[in-house]
């Protein structure tokens, strides 16, 4: 029962979190997952499946551009994703939303 009402709460704040990472420096997919991994102590465990449509999602409504890489050598060509300033401005809203969000749950929770 722990893991489905964990799982609710952590998608909620998927786009959140990957906007901030996003407001940091441009990213490829696979350097964000490992991202939300590290600095969340394994919490957000995000497979491809699971972050790509969030990516798409987020760019079809402006919020993130993606660009390609020009490969090096025996590098891969990636797709890096940055924030764009509406993604800037929606990253603010969501952390003013959530600021609320948790000091309301707290008070609820005392």
């Known amino acids: 029962m722990k893991q489905k009402y964990e799982q609710q709460m952590k998608k909620g704040v998927l786009e959140m979190l990957v906007l901030q990472l996003l407001s940091e420096r441009e990213k490829y ?20 499946g699971t ?29 890096y994703y940055g924030i764009t300033a509406e993604g800037r401005e929606t990253l603010d809203q969501l952390r003013a939303l959530w600021d609320r969000f948790v000091a309301n749950v707290e008070h609820i929770m005392k």
């Not at 997919?29 to 491809?48: N, P, T």
């Not at 790509?52 to 490969?71: A, K, N, T």
């Open 51 to 79: 972050l790509y449509p969030i990516l798409y999602r987020m760019e079809d409504d402006g919020l993130v551009e993606g660009r390609w890489s020009e490969p090096a050598g025996r590098e891969v060509s990636r797709k």
């Open 29 to 48: 997919g696979y350097q964000l997952i490992c991202e939300l991994r590290e600095q969340s102590d394994a919490m957000f465990l995000l497979k491809e």
